[in-house]
Every structure is written in structure tokens, then in C-alpha cells.
């Protein structure tokens, strides 16, 4: 890994949750000695990708990475395009919809929408989902490139008891979301949370990210699931089609022959 490769790595252990890290922080979660980290976050901080609090001495992002996120939404406006199925999609389940897009081998989030149905709900407060954890890590890696599985199985980092910690796990539910036609996730990355997730495409015909339900596992009951898989269906043709892309042959077959196949949208038209 260069060095410019690795000081641009840091930028993504910032998120919503986690919007401010020090130093010493930086070093635990990076897994890099303290002279190396500083040094580069000091190259971070000269191009205005990171800044330091004067209060708190903490960094977090700077002013250079909500130029470029303008940028790259005002010339490639993925998340506008997404927004109106999830909204859609949430309105339907009941539950938290939410889309990620695939960068290299990392999966970050775009958007969400929660609905207003539950007073309890699921909310995603990550920037990266794993993607040995997460429904749409695990959507990507079964319908994304063959690297994906390899950037997988090397972090397989448990954060419940129900985290696919092994290769032989990882890759039984791999298979069984390429079966199905949908990632599942029950409680692998938050406990009382279930994820189901579906593919979506953009023009250039590969993998571009995974749009999801986020349920409170308490109330996820086999009808609610079969409302979940059918309106995914429809927002991951609708995204697809917004972002400039159609749902593989083969994934369309797949969803043919379960029951949760809408049959007021058509992936051609």
C-alpha cells in the first residue's frame, strides 16, 4: 500500500458516529505507529481534507471533502436518483430502507430513509458496511467482483454473536444469496436488527452498490420479510434503471421463481 494510499485510508474511520478521533485513536483503529499516522495527517490537513478542532485537539474532516462530495453528486447525482424509491420502500415495509454503492472494495453508505410507522426503528449510523457483516456487504460480495470475497474473508471481525466469523460461514451465505437472489443478515453486524438486501446495477453492467431493509428483529415475521424481498425488487429495478443500468439476466430469473416478484414493474422497461 503507498503512503498517498495510506493516508487517504483515514478519511474513511470518520462517520456520523464517529465524527471527531484523536490521535492516539486514530493509531489504535488504523493499527499504524504514532509517527506515521501524524505525518499523515498532516499531509491530510495541508489539503483541507482534514482539520483539527482547536478545542478538542480531535481531527475531523475538512472542508476539501464536502467540496468534492458536491462535485461528485453534482456529476454523478446517484443519491438524488435513489431517493425516491427508498422513500417508497420504507412507506411499504413499515422498516428503515437504505443504499450503499461500492467503491474498490469498500462499501459505503449514500442515503437512507426511515419510516415514521414505529416509534422504534433501525437507524444506520455507519459510513462503511462490512462486508462479512452487513446484508449489503454480503449482497455485494455474492453479486459483485470475485475480489470482494477476498477483501471479506480478510477482515472477519465479529460484532454479535451471529457474525460469520469463518471463510466456510461467509461463503454459505454468499451462495445463498446468489440462490435467492437477496443478501440476508439476522443480527450479524447490530443485535435486534435483521437486514435483507438486493443488487443494484449501473451503466457500465457491473455491481454498483446494494439497496436494504433494516428491520427491528422483533417484529420480523415471514409476511413482513415477503413485503420486504418484493418491494426490493422493485427499488433495486427502479435504481438500476435510474442509474443506467438493468438487472442481470440471471438475478432476474432468480427472483422469477420465488413469490415476491412484483408483477407491476417491469425490469425492461
Same mark, same amino acid.
Given at each position: 500500500?503507498?503512503?498517498?494510499?495510506?493516508?487517504?485510508?483515514?478519511?474513511?474511520?470518520?462517520?456520523?458516529?464517529?465524527?471527531?478521533?484523536? *490521535?492516539? %485513536?486514530?493509531?489504535?483503529?488504523?493499527?499504524?505507529? $504514532? =509517527?506515521?499516522?501524524?505525518?499523515? @495527517?498532516? !499531509? +491530510?490537513?495541508?489539503?483541507?481534507?482534514?482539520?483539527?478542532?482547536?478545542?478538542?485537539?480531535?481531527?475531523?474532516?475538512?472542508?476539501?471533502?464536502?467540496? *468534492?462530495? %458536491?462535485?461528485?453528486?453534482?456529476?454523478?447525482?446517484? $443519491? =438524488?436518483?435513489?431517493?425516491?424509491? @427508498?422513500? !417508497? +420502500?420504507?412507506?411499504?415495509?413499515?422498516?428503515?430502507?437504505?443504499?450503499?454503492?461500492?467503491?474498490?472494495?469498500?462499501?459505503?453508505?449514500?442515503?437512507?430513509?426511515?419510516?415514521?410507522?414505529?416509534?422504534?426503528?433501525?437507524?444506520?449510523?455507519?459510513?462503511?458496511?462490512? @462486508?462479512? !457483516?452487513?446484508?449489503?456487504?454480503?449482497?455485494?460480495?455474492?453479486?459483485?467482483?470475485?475480489?470482494?470475497?477476498?477483501?471479506?474473508?480478510?477482515?472477519?471481525?465479529?460484532?454479535?454473536?451471529?457474525?460469520?466469523?469463518?471463510?466456510?460461514?461467509?461463503?454459505?451465505?454468499?451462495?445463498?444469496?446468489?440462490?435467492?437472489?437477496?443478501?440476508?443478515?439476522?443480527?450479524?453486524?447490530?443485535?435486534?436488527?435483521?437486514?435483507?438486501?438486493?443488487?443494484?446495477?449501473?451503466?457500465?453492467?457491473?455491481?454498483?452498490?446494494?439497496?436494504?431493509?433494516?428491520?427491528?428483529?422483533?417484529?420480523?415475521?415471514?409476511?413482513?420479510?415477503?413485503?420486504?424481498?418484493?418491494?426490493?425488487?422493485?427499488?433495486?429495478?427502479?435504481?438500476?434503471?435510474?442509474?443506467?443500468?438493468?438487472?442481470?439476466?440471471?438475478?432476474?430469473?432468480?427472483?422469477?421463481?420465488?413469490?415476491?416478484?412484483?408483477?407491476?414493474?417491469?425490469?425492461?422497461?
Amino acid at each position: 500500500m503507498s503512503s498517498a494510499t495510506k493516508a487517504l485510508k483515514l478519511l474513511s474511520y470518520f462517520s456520523t458516529a464517529r465524527p471527531e478521533i484523536g *490521535l492516539t %485513536q486514530l493509531c489504535r483503529i488504523a493499527g499504524r505507529d $504514532k =509517527a506515521t499516522t501524524y505525518r499523515h @495527517l498532516q !499531509a +491530510l490537513e495541508t489539503a483541507g481534507f482534514v482539520e483539527q478542532n482547536p478545542l478538542t485537539k480531535h481531527y475531523r474532516l475538512g472542508p476539501a471533502v464536502m467540496q *468534492l462530495a %458536491q462535485i461528485r453528486e453534482a456529476t454523478v447525482p446517484r $443519491k =438524488a436518483s435513489a431517493k425516491s424509491a @427508498l422513500a !417508497a +420502500l420504507a412507506d411499504a415495509t413499515g422498516e428503515t430502507a437504505h443504499v450503499t454503492v461500492l467503491s474498490g472494495t469498500t462499501l459505503y453508505g449514500l442515503c437512507d430513509c426511515e419510516s415514521p410507522r414505529h416509534g422504534t426503528r433501525a437507524v444506520i449510523d455507519i459510513s462503511i458496511f462490512p @462486508l462479512h !457483516a452487513t446484508a449489503s456487504g454480503q449482497c455485494s460480495v455474492a453479486f459483485g467482483d470475485p475480489s470482494l470475497l477476498e477483501a471479506a474473508v480478510a477482515n472477519l471481525e465479529g460484532f454479535t454473536a451471529s457474525t460469520p466469523t469463518t471463510h466456510s460461514d461467509l461463503a454459505a451465505l454468499i451462495e445463498t444469496a446468489r440462490e435467492t437472489g437477496f443478501a440476508c443478515a439476522n443480527q450479524s453486524y447490530e443485535s435486534e436488527i435483521q437486514g435483507i438486501a438486493a443488487p443494484i446495477f449501473d451503466h457500465t453492467g457491473h455491481l454498483a452498490g446494494a439497496v436494504a431493509v433494516a428491520s427491528v428483529a422483533s417484529r420480523h415475521t415471514a409476511e413482513l420479510e415477503h413485503t420486504i424481498k418484493s418491494e426490493l425488487i422493485t427499488a433495486a429495478r427502479e435504481i438500476t434503471r435510474n442509474w443506467g443500468g438493468k438487472i442481470p439476466t440471471q438475478i432476474e430469473a432468480v427472483w422469477a421463481k420465488s413469490d415476491t416478484t412484483p408483477n407491476a414493474l417491469d425490469s425492461t422497461q
